[in-house]
């Protein structure tokens, strides 16, 4: 088992959040991934502001309009401006992704953890629960959960998250089994320090950082699979924009539109290339080598 740091080992002696931004400032892949990633946010939460149209109001007289001064992406076959329906979603595709992420990982965490404290047949019976869910394959659970609750963009979500929690929750269980039998656990347990606080200072960090490393990096696939979902008519549907969806209704005109097509796409690999490099660079930041 990888001995991974309580928190990120920072010079300097500063707070952990500043302390691991400038790591990331400092790491070749984290700064792109950060300048990347602050784009795309932006992106997302200033959507609303920057664009210059409704994203879902027609103008047939300018449908598939090529990019010009007034639509800077051109327009689709409705004539929607494709720079508005871009920026508008980007709050889906990546909005959806950031919560799909947080709710696998606090339920992983949440699972994991209480297995390991819990031990004997709750553990048990909770791990073999994990190895259940872990043993389909998760596009059979997500196509399986869309099935029941039906095609749409908070379904989807549910049925990703429901897809993908297992495996975090096995990582969770052996950081947690880990962090338990520690020797400053095993101290503070000596000392007399209540259970809870051993839990909090020794448990929960050692857990919440490869959780977070893990998070980081399986963001990206988390888009990917929103983008896909909706590019099959699963996710997000019509009028409302996201970038697989997008995608979706711009392959029929690709042969006379075909810049409607690079936008969308262009983005999907900005979004899961910022995810991987600030992946890469926690992981780095995780070992001694990539502290050093």
Not at 190 to 205: K, N, S, Y
Not at 257 to 284: E, H, K, M, Q, T
Request: proline share 8%.
């Amino acid at each position: 088992m990888i001995g991974w740091p309580r928190r990120p080992a920072l010079p300097g002696g500063a707070a952990p959040v500043p302390g691991l931004l400038a790591a990331l400032i400092a790491h070749p892949a984290g700064r792109r991934g950060l300048v990347l990633g602050v784009l795309l946010a932006a992106m997302a939460l200033l959507g609303p502001l920057l664009a210059p149209f409704h994203p879902d109001l027609p103008d047939y007289a300018a449908a598939l309009a090529p990019p010009s001064a007034t639509h800077w992406l051109g327009t689709d076959s409705l004539g929607r401006d494709q720079l508005a329906r871009l920026l508008d979603g980007a709050r889906r595709s990546l909005g959806g992704a950031v919560l799909v992420t947080v709710a696998i990982t606090a339920i992983g965490l949440a699972v994991g953890t209480l297995a390991a404290l819990a031990g004997g047949r709750l553990e048990t019976a909770v791990m073999r629960l994990v190895d259940v869910v872990m043993a389909l394959p998760g596009l059979i659970v997500a196509f399986a959960v869309l099935g029941l609750l039906g095609p749409g963009y908070v379904n989807l979500l549910v049925a990703l998250a429901a897809a993908d929690w297992a495996w975090k929750a096995r990582i969770a269980r052996a950081c947690a089994f880990e962090a338990i039998r520690s020797p400053a656990a095993q101290v503070a347990r000596h000392l007399g320090v209540p259970e809870w606080r051993v839990v909090l200072r020794h448990v929960m960090p050692q857990v919440l950082w490869p959780l977070m490393v893990l998070a980081t990096l399986g963001l990206g696939g988390q888009i990917a699979a929103i983008s896909s979902f909706s590019f099959l008519g699963l996710g997000v549907q019509v009028p409302l924009a996201e970038w697989g969806a997008m995608l979706a209704e711009s392959r029929y005109y690709f042969t006379v539109a075909p810049w409607l097509l690079v936008a969308p796409a262009l983005c999907i690999f900005a979004s899961v290339l910022a995810s991987n490099l600030l992946g890469d660079a926690l992981r780095d930041l995780a070992t001694p080598e990539g502290r050093s």
